[in-house]
């Protein structure tokens, strides 16, 4: 199962959430647990008929990312959410897919991780 990582701004909007995750269908959605009340990842999620997943920052913590963002690190501990909650959300033995995708408003990132182990 691919899993759809997010990070994002307060004001972020659905359509940046959307074009983070640039098409692809995840079988869920993360994002850090102070992030996933916010109503453009709720309605992410609603709209693609998926489950989101909060991560909490202490597990946030402890993924090892590719990318590495000061702001991502001073609020969350991680150095990008979308790339930890990924994983995380993801399980063990999971990895990226690829680079994290930003939108174009610069609100979002996502980044794909999937479970190479069972």
Do not use: N, W, Y
């Amino acid at each position: 199962m691919i899993v759809a990582g997010f990070g994002f701004r307060q004001a972020a909007t659905l359509a940046s959430l959307q074009e983070a995750l640039a098409g692809v269908t995840p079988g869920l959605i993360a994002t850090a647990a102070a992030k996933a009340g916010h109503p453009a990842f709720r309605a992410l999620a609603e709209a693609l008929a998926v489950p989101a997943v909060a991560v909490a920052d202490d597990d946030l913590r402890q993924a090892d990312t590719r990318t590495e963002s000061a702001a991502s690190r001073a609020a969350h501990g991680a150095g990008s959410v979308a790339e930890a909650a990924a994983l995380v959300a993801a399980g063990p033995g999971a990895s990226l897919l690829g680079p994290r995708a930003v939108s174009r408003d610069r609100m979002a990132t996502c980044a794909l991780a999937e479970r190479t182990t069972p």
